[in-house]
């Protein structure tokens, strides 16, 4: 059974930084790609940055140059670095992991995390 944990969400003030975790288990980690999305109160989820199994990414333009997607594949983990937050950077972060990088592109993936929650404001 596929397992995704994630850690690391907290409130920080503006111009702050935190990093996220994301540990998976239940599935051959390296073979899948891995997502971060968001999801603010009264707004649709949205695909933060993404990483396939060999390691190339991708970002929303939102927080191209802020935000840093890596994973670990030796600790099964996929990390979130968020540099530069703003206060619309508020949600709730989750990861997800699919087999198929298309799938987490369009936001279908087969396994979502719980998510945590990221709070940016002074």
């Known amino acids: 059974q596929v397992q995704l944990v994630e850690s690391g969400g907290g409130l920080v003030q503006p111009g702050g930084s935190l990093r996220l975790s994301c540990a998976a288990s239940g599935i051959t980690f390296s073979r899948y790609a891995m997502g971060w999305y968001r999801q603010a109160p009264g707004k649709e989820r949205e695909l933060v940055a993404s990483?396939?199994?060999?390691?190339?990414?991708n970002y929303a333009d939102s927080v191209k140059g802020r935000f840093t997607i890596s994973r670990d594949n030796a600790k099964h983990t996929v990390y979130l670095q968020m540099d530069n937050l703003k206060p619309e950077d508020t949600a709730v972060y989750h990861c997800a992991a699919d087999q198929v990088l298309h799938n987490i592109v369009v936001i279908n993936p087969a396994s979502w995390g719980q998510g945590t929650q990221v709070t940016v404001s002074s």
């Open positions: 990483i396939s199994g060999g390691g190339s990414t």
